[in-house]
């Protein structure tokens, strides 16, 4: 009979504990900083590490990469070398200290180090190197400038923090590697670094060759690459690859990256869908928590329409709101105006707490904000404690409009409705992005919105196939690659209507951020030569290569690419 698998997992995770790696094999010390406790009390150790404080000549706090332990500097003459020697070394300077284990003194030990119940009594010491002065000091609650720890990266590294987060990236990475190729059979390939152009997508690298004339491309994804892995036959791939991307510069893309980068064959979207999901649950660090699943989906008509944008942050409310029925009737010109559009809508947002936390400014910056990103113009509606509704719009409406509207928009005394009008995408846009400034600015004043703990993932489906170029709205391009399949219920419209196809993409969005994405292939030559040569109006020859491929037998495939999660 099969285990269950939450029975499983639990006996993968404590054969990994009776297996805890030794920090201390192949080297010289005896102990980390780290692991010393009141059961070594007695014990000779070896320690290496930084200095990171020093007190008086009585004591210094010796660090690595595990941990604290608090060294006692002998005060004895015979000693006294060595004391001289430990007092007048700079902070950071690498020592390696030898003594006994000892209990600290009552009243002393220090219950938020691990090691607060013991010192180290030190017999024998080394300098090892020593530190010049330092540009910052290496303590987390620093505050240093961007610049200088990138000058300094070197040193920013020696912080818990960014040490931490090294150590869970590879502990993630390999209990991936675990569930993919271990339990589920995908092979570990590494693909070409140097390419060609492939058409649509991000700019690329170029390499220069040492023919004249002749550039190599760094790939933006192997995609291509695990295409063609899945035509050869290998039925499942896996690779922490590197990519590379020449967007600028960027806040939420780096020009260089890695991907988790997956591909299966005779695969739909629900069963790439249920494999990530089991990797993530298989690899999500237990110290962050449990995650449920399985993770929740809307299409990308219905996050458009909630939130304003494909990646919504669902730890929060303040959905946008449709109102064009309640307000429909209304003798308001201009949202008669907008409601005459193909497809014009009235919608809203409610601020909960609005009149408390947002001042007159604030309310200012977020119009000014639409006006700027959107061109949309944004009228306020306040909710007085007495009932009543203040607006420029108010004066007319009647007093049924006013309470279909306070009902329809579950409007409470002290609330603020940030209304637009016009056009559905341009209108939900706007009103996306002032949801999220309004929370930033709702939490700056001290209403807790937002749970920094909690990690909400989400599947968005049903993306657009294709978008309007915005530089000739005439033309179309993909909206995310070439080799995307379409909806199987849009497959006619692709030759009739392809404005209207729906793609097989789907992203994984983690807390109002796009952590991974994927589709479903073509497998078709005909298919994709007809999308690159009829619909984007592509030169196939730049792909004649894997669409001579895909003529050989080519299975169904599709896959996903998930960006770090760890940092």
Same mark, same amino acid.
């Given at each position: ?59 210094? @706090? ?8 608090? @060294?006692?500097?002998? &005060?004895?003459?015979? /000693?006294? /070398? ?49 530190? #010049?002065?330092? +540009? ?7 505050? #240093? ?14 912080? $818990? ?22 339990? /589920? ?34 790939? &933006? ?72 699943? !399985? ?15 494909? *990646? ?29 559009? +193909?497809?014009? $809508? ?53 007093? #049924? ?71 000739? +709205? ?34 994984? @969005? ?23 040569? *009829? ?9 004649? /290569? ?9 299975? !169904? ?11």
């Amino acid at each position: 009979m099969a285990l269950p698998r939450l029975l499983v997992r639990a006996l993968h995770r404590a054969a990994a504990a009776a297996a805890a790696p030794d920090f201390n094999s192949f080297v010289t010390r005896t102990n980390t900083c780290g692991e010393l406790r009141a059961a070594h009390v007695g014990q000779k150790v070896t320690l290496y590490g930084w200095i990171q404080y020093q007190r008086q000549g009585l004591f210094l @706090v010796l660090r690595d990469f595990q941990g604290l332990t608090q @060294v006692v500097i002998p &005060q004895d003459e015979a /000693h006294s /070398h060595m004391k001289e020697l430990l007092s007048n070394a700079p902070v950071e300077s690498v020592v390696r200290v030898t003594g006994t284990v000892s209990p600290r003194p009552l009243g002393q030990e220090n219950p938020k180090m691990p090691t607060g119940e013991i010192e180290v009594k030190a017999e024998t010491a080394e300098i090892l190197n020593s530190c #010049k002065k330092l +540009p910052f000091e290496i303590k987390d609650f620093i505050k #240093k400038s961007e610049a200088l720890r990138m000058q300094y990266r070197y040193l920013d590294l020696r912080s $818990s923090r960014l040490q931490n987060a090294l150590r869970l990236r590879s502990r993630v990475v390999m209990r991936m590697r675990e569930y993919l190729c271990n339990l /589920h059979g995908f092979v570990d390939v590494e693909t070409p670094t140097l390419f060609k152009r492939t058409p649509g997508g991000a700019k690329e690298f170029l390499v220069p060759s040492r023919e004249a004339g002749k550039f190599y491309s760094l790939p &933006q994804s192997p995609q291509q690459f695990k295409q063609l892995l899945m035509v050869g036959g290998l039925d499942r791939y896996f690779q922490v690859a590197r990519c590379y991307r020449d967007e600028g510069s960027r806040p939420d893309r780096q020009p260089e990256f890695t991907q988790i980068d997956i591909e299966m064959s005779f695969v739909d979207q629900a069963g790439i869908q249920r494999l990530i999901e089991g990797l993530l649950q298989h690899s999500w660090p237990e110290e962050r928590g449990c995650i449920m699943t !399985p993770f929740p989906s809307m299409t990308y008509e219905e996050a458009l329409a909630e939130y304003g944008t494909d *990646k919504p942050d669902t730890r929060f409310g303040m959905k946008i709101m449709d109102i064009s029925d309640v307000l429909r009737g209304s003798n308001i010109q201009f949202l008669q105006n907008a409601l005459s559009y +193909p497809r014009g $809508s009235i919608r809203a947002i409610c601020i909960p707490q609005g009149v408390r936390y947002l001042t007159n400014k604030d309310l200012e910056s977020l119009k000014e904000s639409a006006k700027s990103q959107f061109n949309q113009e944004i009228m306020e509606i306040i909710h007085r404690p007495d009932g009543s509704l203040k607006s420029l719009l108010t004066k007319f409406l009647g007093e #049924k409009e006013q309470s279909e509207l306070i009902q329809a928009l579950n409007m409470q005394e002290g609330d603020v409705v940030l209304l637009a009008a016009g056009e559905h995408k341009q209108v939900c846009s706007a009103l996306g992005a002032l949801r999220l400034l309004s929370a930033n600015l709702l939490e700056a004043a001290g209403l807790a919105l937002r749970d920094p703990t909690a990690f909400h993932f989400l599947w968005v489906v049903d993306f657009p196939l294709f978008l309007p170029k915005a530089e000739n +709205p005439t033309e179309l391009e993909s909206a995310h690659h070439p080799f995307t399949a379409p909806h199987p219920s849009d497959v006619s419209l692709l030759y009739a209507d392809p404005t209207k196809v729906r793609s097989q993409h789907y992203d994984l @969005v983690l807390n109002g951020n796009e952590v991974g994405g994927g589709s479903i292939r073509i497998h078709s030559a005909e298919q994709q030569r007809f999308v690159l040569e *009829k619909v984007l109006k592509e030169d196939s020859e730049v792909l004649s /290569h894997l669409i001579e491929a895909l003529e050989f037998g080519a299975p !169904p495939h599709g896959g996903i690419a998930l960006e770090d999660l760890t940092g």
